[in-house]
């Protein structure tokens, strides 16, 4: 059994590491609300785009929407992946990283082997681990989290627009943690680039509305903005889902603290106990040796 002095010093050490945990829980809390504030307010919005993208360009006939809807072979790829800047946080990163992996490996195999795929991280652990091998990293923009607004994620959008208009790439996928709540994420993959073609329904509009300028140029208006509120709504969601997986690995590493000190205190006590005995037992066999 340890002495009592190596048991002390476990006991302060947890405590202190339980006190960190707590406070990063609390910390995260407070972050996690106004991140998940963001993200709600940002779905309906994002989702109302997406249908009356889908409403204009499902009505029109032949391959509008420019450049962004060409669908060419695929030979170059562009995947974007976004986790975070920071740790302790469970599995968040670690199952960004896997997923992205399975998908060079399983996906897109052949385009690796030739050296066409890259890697655009957004957060600096994916930055970390991809950067280990040059041959599939495309840079990052790990900076997006110090001042994540819009104008901000638009203008890597707009980057990987221009890269996608001049063949650099011939898709680009979209790989990040969905957020539903604190305890709960889903890696999610998306294709952002080249746009797909929205499924045309047999239901009639009821409305004939008259559009300003025409279906076409509203078409070519709105795309850009939609990938742009694509991405944004992505980054968003691994905020908050960042937010979310923090503040459930620091409550749970906060309990396993306290089960580890409650075990550890039970070991001093014990240790103490098992001292004051030994102690009992010296003075009492050397009052019977005096006696003697």
């Keep these: 059994m340890a002495n009592l002095k190596e048991v002390r010093n476990r006991i302060s050490s947890v405590n202190s590491t339980q006190q960190i945990t707590k406070a990063m829980k609390m910390v995260s809390a407070a972050k996690l609300r106004r991140a998940q504030d963001a993200i709600t307010m940002m779905r309906p919005y994002a989702g109302k785009l997406r249908d009356i993208m889908e409403n204009i360009s499902g009505s029109l006939e032949g391959g509008v929407g420019g ?34 992996n399975k998908l060079l490996r399983e996906n897109y195999a052949a385009q690796v082997k030739e050296g066409n795929v890259k890697v655009l991280c957004i957060g600096k652990k994916a930055s970390d681990f991809f950067s280990k091998t040059p041959s599939v990293y495309g840079g990052n923009h790990n900076g997006l989290y110090n001042n994540l607004d819009f104008e901000s994620v638009a203008a890597v959008a707009d980057e990987v627009m221009d890269k996608f208009k001049k063949g650099d790439y011939d898709r680009v996928d979209l790989i990040y943690n969905q957020f539903k709540n604190a305890a709960v994420q889903y890696v999610t993959i998306e294709q952002v680039l080249p746009v797909a073609p929205a499924v045309k329904t047999e239901v009639k509009v009821q409305n004939d509305y008259i559009f300003e300028p025409g279906k076409e140029q509203l078409v070519l208006e709105l795309m850009p903005k939609s990938i742009r509120v694509q991405i944004y709504k992505a980054v968003l969601d691994s905020n908050a889902s960042e937010h979310g997986a923090r503040m459930t690995a620091m409550s749970k590493a906060t309990d396993n603290a306290g089960e580890l000190l409650r075990d550890l205190r039970l070991s001093y006590n014990k240790a103490r106990q098992a001292a004051i005995t030994n102690e009992i037992l010296e003075i009492v066999a050397g009052a019977e040796a005096l006696n003697g």
């Design 67 to 100: 450049e962004l809807t060409k669908a060419r072979p695929v030979n170059k790829v562009l995947i974007i992946a976004v986790n975070s800047n920071r740790g302790l946080c469970g599995a968040f990163n670690a199952g960004i990283i896997r997923a992205t």
